[in-house]
């Protein structure tokens, strides 16, 4: 794990009002980061591991969530968002956006508008197909759209009763099968999956950890299938990880994750291509007094190799370190008695 401070430090502004929500996505070697800094998305690239930062560019008008996402068969980056604009007819706005280069220019915006519309999240799929769900605000029912051209138009495919789920947090598709997770109406975390473009669904894991008032990470995989999902709770950042599609989970343990830390909420992760886990998180500035506090966004790195066993190298470092120290303490005072003996000689 490697400690790499905070990022626009370099003539960019990092303090504000309003700085908050981080969505992250790798790209190759490239981190893309998004958030928000007071009305407007501001985008940033780092293909140095996060040492240093490349404007692109913002993304105006005041939205919230952001989520950033990358369509690998098309090369396309797409940003999709709630608009809290209310039109004549008192139905919100989402907007959806694509990037052909990489995020330094934005197409026009799509709206889709719903009258229900709370939270998007969304996933792409192979030519062009894209998954986009809402959870309802005034209805029992989670709404799951799909376009199959790149945003343009779409098709309702799905609902799913809110005593299945009523706030999804992320869903993404993988080897031709459909996930998705949130929280149900008896506010359990559960973790679904559907083999026929959500029109029915399987729950993997109704077990999941975490709590209702938390902040949520999007689904993440790296290139052994593995799954991930982050939260972050009174400041404290909970990760987990499914070697089984989302069957069971397992706490990740490290020391990082385990200091608290002055936050107000909202967290991202990504994985690297070397499958190191890319935590983004808001961070307030000022520990005295929260309310009249700057805001920014932290993050940190975990070597994927070194959490696995968190606990057996760290048990192993105290015994070795232990050993060593018994080992200096022996060999001094082998020494200090030969130069006794020595002395002892010398007299007789």
């Given at each position: 794990?490697?400690?790499?401070?905070?990022?626009?430090?370099?003539?960019?502004?990092?303090?504000?009002?309003?700085?908050?929500?981080?969505?992250?996505?790798?790209?190759?070697?490239?981190?893309?980061?998004?958030?928000?800094?007071?009305?407007?998305?501001?985008?940033?690239?780092?293909?140095?591991?996060?040492?240093?930062?490349?404007?692109?560019?913002?993304?105006?008008n005041p939205i919230e969530p952001s989520h950033l996402h990358y369509d690998l068969d098309f090369l396309n980056l797409y940003e999709v968002a709630l608009i809290f604009e209310e039109i004549k007819d008192g139905k919100a706005h989402c907007r959806f956006t694509k990037s052909?280069?990489?995020g330094e220019s934005w197409s026009d915006d799509i709206e889709i508008m719903e009258s229900s519309i709370i939270t998007p999240v969304i996933c792409y799929i192979n030519y062009s197909h894209i998954f986009l769900g809402f959870n309802s605000k005034h209805t029992d029912f989670?709404?799951?759209?799909?376009?199959?051209?790149?945003?343009?138009?779409?098709?309702?495919?799905?609902?799913?009763?809110?005593?299945?789920?009523?706030?999804?947090?992320?869903?993404?598709?993988?080897?031709?099968?459909?996930?998705?997770?949130?929280?149900?109406?008896?506010?359990?975390?559960?973790?679904?999956?559907?083999?026929?473009?959500?029109?029915?669904?399987?729950?993997?894991?109704?077990?999941?950890?975490?709590?209702?008032?938390?902040?949520?990470?999007?689904?993440?995989?790296?290139?052994?299938?593995?799954?991930?999902?982050?939260?972050?709770?009174?400041?404290?950042?909970?990760?987990?990880?499914?070697?089984?599609?989302?069957?069971?989970?397992?706490?990740?343990?490290?020391?990082?994750?385990?200091?608290?830390?002055?936050?107000?909420?909202?967290?991202?992760?990504?994985?690297?291509?070397?499958?190191?886990?890319?935590?983004?998180?808001?961070?307030?500035?000022?520990?005295?007094?929260?309310?009249?506090?700057?805001?920014?966004?932290?993050?940190?790195?975990?070597?994927?190799?070194?959490?696995?066993?968190?606990?057996?190298?760290?048990?192993?470092?105290?015994?070795?370190?232990?050993?060593?120290?018994?080992?200096?303490?022996?060999?001094?005072?082998?020494?200090?008695?030969?130069?006794?003996?020595?002395?002892?000689?010398?007299?007789?």
């Open positions: 794990m490697v400690k790499l401070g905070y990022p626009f430090r370099d003539g960019n502004k990092v303090f504000g009002r309003d700085i908050d929500n981080p969505y992250v996505q790798f790209i190759d070697d490239e981190i893309y980061l998004i958030f928000e800094d007071e009305g407007t998305y501001k985008l940033y690239t780092s293909k140095d591991e996060a040492h240093s930062w490349t404007y692109l560019n913002e993304i105006t052909e280069n990489r989670v709404e799951l759209f799909l376009s199959k051209n790149s945003g343009y138009n779409w098709e309702n495919i799905a609902s799913l009763n809110t005593s299945i789920i009523d706030l999804p947090m992320d869903v993404i598709y993988h080897k031709e099968i459909l996930y998705m997770y949130g929280w149900n109406e008896f506010d359990d975390v559960v973790f679904l999956q559907s083999q026929n473009f959500g029109i029915n669904w399987t729950i993997q894991s109704s077990d999941l950890s975490g709590k209702r008032s938390a902040d949520f990470g999007p689904i993440t995989i790296d290139s052994d299938d593995n799954f991930f999902y982050c939260y972050l709770y009174g400041g404290i950042i909970k990760v987990f990880k499914s070697k089984n599609f989302g069957i069971d989970w397992k706490e990740i343990k490290h020391s990082k994750l385990e200091k608290e830390i002055n936050t107000s909420g909202d967290i991202s992760m990504g994985i690297s291509k070397e499958d190191d886990i890319f935590i983004a998180y808001q961070v307030l500035y000022d520990n005295i007094n929260p309310t009249d506090s700057d805001e920014g966004i932290d993050y940190f790195w975990l070597n994927q190799e070194f959490t696995e066993d968190y606990l057996f190298w760290n048990v192993w470092y105290l015994i070795i370190r232990s050993l060593t120290c018994i080992g200096i303490m022996t060999v001094s005072l082998m020494i200090y008695n030969s130069k006794k003996a020595k002395k002892k000689l010398k007299r007789s």
